[in-house]
């Protein structure tokens, strides 16, 4: 993407805030970054520049980075509605929701008529797996009935909650009020019978056609998802691979940057640490589950939440976000260090308002922070969720995911590059703290269910209960790419789909370990 140029103005520092809007809109986030810090450079506390420079950040897939520009935008100009709208977005990407709603609930205070605050803090709800996120949408339905934003969450509300006849009429009724709504067609394509998709497929092709907007590649995911419902399998590869082009080209990932923390925590870690004392008694004891994207972790979480002594956060950021400050601190020792972590976690809302023994977070990014929890939860327990890579490499690829939080997820070279470090660093932690991680096979899961999941309860200490046999049978809201594995009864051959891909991807796929690279 060219870059654009400001010198031919008479102040070559004047990017407007309609230059900047232009860009962000057209998806060229690295040009609107080069425009606010021309600006920057000038006024740091510029409020527009530090919010534009912000999306753009997050687009890029850097919204830990945009947090500091988020903040001077709002420190600058705090009755800014937009300002405190987007500050949330960025939290929510995060998995931040406590932060994320507070921001949206205050952008609505600010601004109750426009129905995008409202509708963020509904999709910040659906995130969280919390079925409240319908009665809001019903709500800002109720005011404004032919919103299609709010049409295709509640869509997906109703699919989360395994509603899919009713989903469906939802988005049909959103995709006729806006033919080119991508995120209507995008779910119709892989939720809509096969034998009543003539006419969406029609009018993705048209769509592909004509769009050149942003929304492009959500198009070329959904004409995947046709033609892999088909078997159509070339086809697919073909349009998977033109859909994560389209995204991977406007998000940034820095792999060396990856690299240079996973050694400085090898680093950290491979000495004694000092472990933080045992927290109060009437705080819930945490059931971290870790791994990669696509390994199964919707699954185990729903098992282990279907426990009557077990609650599930879903995905919090809770724990990664206070390791992320911990150097914004002094601290007088690493005991004092770790005491802050543990406090700090079990002292979030959401966790402090679980009324069960056991609380399960499945934020996957805790891999990351296996030391940190070993040492600051000396009671927390640990599954590592582990699937056949090429299974895992196949489900990330062909996923369109609704942020950028996998920004390694859409180039074959990232994606295999990012397993070979994640594996490296598992293998590290289970060298050092082997007794404190239960590893769980998925394929084994799903394959021998009665026998796994009753092993599974025994290593976590906890007692038997039955309804984790049957956690299907829960009624609950699944947002993930998970949702068919948990709404119905556990079933196999998920793991198998990437060979029908692997004659059209070539080498970065057939060649990754399977399910043995725990033990090579």
């Known amino acids: 993407m060219s ?16 230059d900047l809007v232009a860009l962000l809109e057209t998806g060229a986030f690295d040009d609107a970054i080069d425009g606010c810090k021309t600006r920057l450079a000038q006024n740091i506390n510029d409020p527009s520049a530090n919010h534009f420079a912000a999306i753009a950040l997050r687009e890029l897939g850097q919204p830990q ?6 903040a001077r935008a709002v420190a600058n100009a705090p009755v800014k509605a937009d300002h405190l709208y987007e500050l949330g977005r960025s939290f929510d990407a995060l998995k931040l929701r406590t932060e994320a709603i507070k921001a949206f609930s205050a952008a609505e205070t600010l601004n109750p008529s426009d129905p995008r605050f409202a509708l963020a803090t509904a ?7 919390d079925p409240q996120a319908l009665l809001k949408v019903e709500h800002i339905l109720s005011q404004h009935p032919e919103n299609t934003g709010a049409l295709n969450l509640k869509a997906s509300v109703l699919l989360a909650l395994n509603e899919s006849e009713a989903a469906i009429e939802v988005l049909l009724r959103s995709w006729r009020l806006d033919p080119e709504n991508s995120g209507a067609l995008y779910i119709l394509a892989k939720h809509m019978p096969l034998d009543a998709c003539q006419e969406i497929e029609t009018a993705l092709s048209a769509e592909l056609t004509q769009n050149e907007g942003c929304g492009k590649s959500r198009l070329y995911f959904a004409r995947a998802e046709l033609s892999h419902r088909k078997q159509h399998y070339a086809d697919a590869y073909a349009y998977f691979e033109k859909g994560n082009a389209a995204v991977a080209s406007n998000l940034i990932y820095d792999p060396a940057a990856a690299q240079t923390a996973s050694a400085e925590l090898r680093e950290l870690f491979s000495q004694e640490v000092d472990t ?34 077990v609650s599930s956060l879903g995905e919090i950021g809770e724990l990664a976000n206070t390791i992320r400050r911990l150097g914004s601190h002094q601290f007088s020792s690493q005991r004092e260090a770790l005491l802050h972590v543990q406090q700090s976690y079990l ?4 966790i402090k308002a679980v009324e069960t023994p056991h609380v399960v977070d499945k934020y996957l990014g805790n891999y990351f922070h296996i030391g940190h929890i070993v040492h600051a939860f000396p009671n927390a327990r640990i599954v590592h969720v582990h699937r056949d890579l090429r299974a895992v490499a196949w489900s990330i690829y062909r996923q369109h995911f609704a942020d950028a939080q996998i920004p390694f997820g859409y180039d074959p070279h990232h994606l295999v590059g990012f397993i070979s470090a994640y594996c490296d660093l598992m293998s590290f932690w289970s060298s050092r703290f082997g007794d404190r991680i239960v590893h769980l096979s998925y394929e084994r899961l799903v394959e021998t269910p009665d026998e796994t999941i009753p ?14 046999l049957t956690p299907h049978k829960v009624k609950r809201m699944v947002t993930t790419a998970s949702q068919g594995q948990v709404t119905q009864e556990i079933y196999t051959g998920s793991s198998d789909v990437w060979r029908s891909y692997a004659p059209f991807a070539g080498s970065w796929l057939s060649e ?5 690279w725990l033990t090579r």
């Open 455 to 468: 092993q599974l309860i025994a290593e976590l200490d906890l007692p038997w209960d039955a309804a984790c």
């Open 3 to 18: 870059k654009i140029s400001y010198a031919t103005r008479s102040d070559p520092h004047a990017a407007s805030d309609h």
């Open 512 to 516: 990754l370990p399977g399910t043995d």
């Open 123 to 129: 999709f910040c709800l659906y995130n969280a797996d």
């Open 276 to 309: 933080a004392p045992l927290p109060s008694a009437n705080c819930p004891n945490p059931i971290f589950i870790v791994g990669l994207p696509r390994s199964g972790s919707t699954l185990v979480d729903s098992i282990l939440s279907a426990h009557s002594q």
């Open 347 to 350: 002292g979030a809302p959401s």
């Open 65 to 70: 980075q945009a947090l500091d520009f988020h």
